[in-house]
């Protein structure tokens, strides 16, 4: 089977835009946007390439192939950040099999993960490790991908109470994460998991392991910090490109936390409740309730929850602070991302 080279250069060879940025320029800015913001010129590309890869042969078929895959990746993420988890992972088995006809082992691999992210955080951890388990058994693994499979895994083994396996999949994914990139690395945003990611997917990790919250705060601090460095070197990278007049302008320098940003701020509070501090709680919720509802995805909204629920202790159930507390986190959750996107 032909190996696919990237499609995907602004001067490249994959189906031009008729309007608005191209898939490069979308993987590197979903991460610090607000999902339903790009949603038209996600759908746009995503009909491109899908019409691109079905009208594709001979050498340019591989090529196709992997547009298509990261194109039908970025719905795939629409559909989870915006409330829709099971399109997310049926949207990610199309990504999947046009990873397979390009013979993109990285892009499979990703696509393994996203399944798996999405079945996480749909409530169905013993699923989201079965798609992890899927998608290691690649033997010709390279690039982050991998290291998010691993992290991705670490979260539901802790999730159902496992810290040993949970502990093990992180040091895999740590183990992972220095190995070589690969091309999709190159192309940053979404498909690069880098220091940030890795430091949030730990805190979300060892926030539900036994004894684990004072490392989870820590990691989590890191990834909130690591979050907002990369939002600033993004907005200085992302300016108009010249050449290109369908490129839009960058964020403004005084852009809002990023959704990841935000879901790191929500296990901060969580771990700060599971070391019974008040006080530390109440100081991550303000930086996370002052979050805009189109920035409220779905990873954010249930991590808000899952602190609402911590906070049921029978030992503050007539202090009014955790009262308080919890009404704002209620009024937050009320107004997630996909009401904006059903609007």
């Given at each position: 089977?032909?190996?696919?080279?990237?499609?995907?250069?602004?001067?490249?060879?994959?189906?031009?835009?008729?309007?608005?940025?191209?898939?490069?320029?979308?993987?590197?800015?979903?991460?610090?946007?607000?999902?339903?913001?790009?949603?038209?010129?996600?759908?746009?590309?995503?009909?491109?390439?899908?019409?691109?890869?079905?009208?594709?042969?001979?050498?340019?078929?591989?090529?196709?192939?992997?547009?298509?895959?990261?194109?039908?990746?970025?719905?795939?993420?629409?559909?989870?950040?915006?409330?829709?988890?099971?399109?997310?992972?049926?949207?990610?088995?199309?990504?999947?099999?046009?990873?397979?006809?390009?013979?993109?082992?990285?892009?499979?691999?990703?696509?393994?993960?996203?399944?798996?992210?999405?079945?996480?955080?749909?409530?169905?951890?013993?699923?989201?490790?079965?798609?992890?388990?899927?998608?290691?058994?690649?033997?010709?693994?390279?690039?982050?991908?991998?290291?998010?499979?691993?992290?991705?895994?670490?979260?539901?083994?802790?999730?159902?109470?496992?810290?040993?396996?949970?502990?093990?999949?992180?040091?895999?994914?740590?183990?992972?994460?220095?190995?070589?990139?690969?091309?999709?690395?190159?192309?940053?945003?979404?498909?690069?998991?880098?220091?940030?990611?890795?430091?949030?997917?730990?805190?979300?990790?060892?926030?539900?392991?036994?004894?684990?919250a004072r490392t989870a705060a820590e990691c989590a601090l890191t990834a909130i910090r690591l979050f907002r460095d990369a939002d600033a070197a993004n907005r200085a990278e992302l300016l108009p490109d010249p050449t290109d007049p369908a490129d839009p302008p960058a964020p403004a320098a005084d852009a809002p936390m990023s959704p990841e940003a935000a879901a790191a701020t929500a296990v901060l509070a969580l771990a700060h409740a599971r070391r019974e501090s008040l006080d530390g709680v109440r100081a991550a919720l303000d930086e996370l309730l002052?979050?805009?509802?189109?920035?409220?995805?779905?990873?954010?909204?249930?991590?808000?929850?899952?602190?609402?629920?911590?906070?049921?202790?029978?030992?503050?159930?007539?202090?009014?602070?955790?009262?308080?507390?919890?009404?704002?986190?209620?009024?937050?959750?009320?107004?997630?991302?996909?009401?904006?996107?059903?609007?």
């Open positions: 089977m032909p190996h696919a080279s990237l499609p995907l250069s602004r001067n490249g060879s994959g189906p031009q835009a008729r309007s608005g940025p191209g898939l490069p320029a979308l993987i590197r800015r979903y991460p610090a946007a607000a999902p339903v913001d790009l949603l038209p010129d996600i759908h746009r590309l995503h009909a491109e390439h899908i019409a691109a890869e079905q009208e594709a042969a001979g050498p340019d078929a591989a090529e196709a192939a992997l547009g298509a895959s990261l194109a039908s990746d970025l719905v795939a993420r629409t559909y989870l950040d915006l409330g829709d988890p099971r399109a997310a992972v049926a949207q990610a088995d199309a990504a999947l099999i046009y990873a397979d006809r390009a013979g993109a082992h990285g892009a499979r691999i990703r696509q393994r993960a996203l399944q798996s992210l999405a079945a996480y955080w749909a409530g169905w951890p013993h699923e989201a490790l079965r798609y992890a388990r899927l998608g290691g058994i690649s033997e010709h693994a390279a690039g982050t991908g991998l290291a998010m499979l691993k992290a991705v895994e670490a979260r539901s083994h802790a999730l159902l109470g496992d810290g040993m396996a949970a502990s093990d999949a992180l040091r895999a994914a740590d183990a992972a994460a220095t190995t070589d990139p690969d091309e999709l690395d190159a192309l940053g945003g979404l498909l690069h998991f880098d220091e940030a990611r890795r430091a949030y997917f730990e805190a979300e990790t060892r926030v539900h392991i036994a004894g684990g002052a979050l805009e509802p189109v920035r409220r995805t779905l990873p954010v909204v249930l991590s808000a929850a899952r602190v609402h629920a911590e906070l049921r202790r029978p030992a503050w159930i007539r202090d009014p602070r955790v009262r308080d507390m919890q009404e704002l986190i209620e009024t937050f959750c009320q107004v997630p991302a996909g009401s904006a996107a059903a609007g």
